[in-house]
């Protein structure tokens, strides 16, 4: 039985939406599930998937049940509304439109979210004439492995293994929950997979410690999910012109 069987197997489980598992070794299974409405899979929803698995996997096989990640997707778009329609409602239009692009129900662990469906998604709503797509992002793009020194100088950075590429210029945001943020820009590219990203030489701010977050602000590119990984709602700016002010 293969790690694609097993999560096949814990999708059939009552209150399992999603499930996404990944062989750590030939006996050992981490198995991610995400149950109806997001969030992390309460200990009786564990317990009722441990319990249908184990009786179907072989013999020595551990399945180690995990939560999900969830990754907050960061969009802004531009549209120019039709003359006929409220800059107001095209604009509650649009945004409803891409929170039900990442809804739950629409997505899943290793989820690819493109920037083609994300146009095609607000170009169909009612009232855009035409609109242009300025950012997609992932929030927490990956974590640093190692720590950078307040007022250390650095050209590398050592991170979680990247999901998608980071183009040479790239704004990157590092993010120390007590001490703050630190923008920096990209050098030189980094290959999707890679766990070290070449930057221009800056002074760290401040202290950013192991799993401290990095966010890649100037992507405009399909965001991509880790196996482990569903994307939700982040940030959605939508900047309306044209139509009728105030309608």
């Known amino acids: 039985m293969t790690a694609t069987d097993i999560q096949t197997l814990a999708i059939q489980v009552a209150g399992v939406e999603w499930a996404s598992s990944i062989q750590q070794t030939y ?12 969030g992390a899979p309460t200990t009786v929803l564990q317990n009722a998937v441990l319990q249908y698995v184990d009786q179907l996997v072989m013999a020595n096989t551990t399945v180690t049940i995990l939560s999900p990640t969830y990754v907050e997707i960061n969009v802004t778009v531009n549209v120019v509304a039709f003359s006929n329609y409220g800059n107001t409602s095209t604009e509650n239009a649009v945004t409803a439109a891409i929170v039900n692009l990442l809804s739950l129900q629409n997505t899943g662990f290793a989820f690819r979210v493109g920037l083609g469906v994300l146009y095609t998604t607000v170009q169909s709503v009612t009232g855009v004439n035409y609109a242009t797509v300025t950012a997609l992002n992932r929030q927490v793009l990956c974590t640093l492995t190692t720590q950078l020194v307040h007022l250390s100088n650095y050209t590398t950075i050592n991170v979680t293994a990247l999901p998608q ?44 410690p192991i799993n401290s977050t990095v966010q890649d602000v100037t992507a405009l590119e399909d965001a991509v999910m880790l196996d482990n990984e ?18």
């Open 165 to 208: 590429p980071v183009n040479a210029g790239d704004s990157l945001v590092l993010v120390n929950p007590t001490l703050g943020t630190q923008t920096i820009v990209a050098e030189a590219t980094a290959a999707a997979g890679a766990t070290s990203i070449s930057v221009n030489s800056f002074t760290a701010s401040a202290t950013f």
């Open 27 to 38: 006996q050992l299974v981490n198995l991610y599930i995400a149950p109806y409405g997001g």
């Open 230 to 247: 569903i994307p939700i709602v982040g940030t959605i700016t939508v900047n309306v012109s044209g139509g009728i002010v105030g309608s």
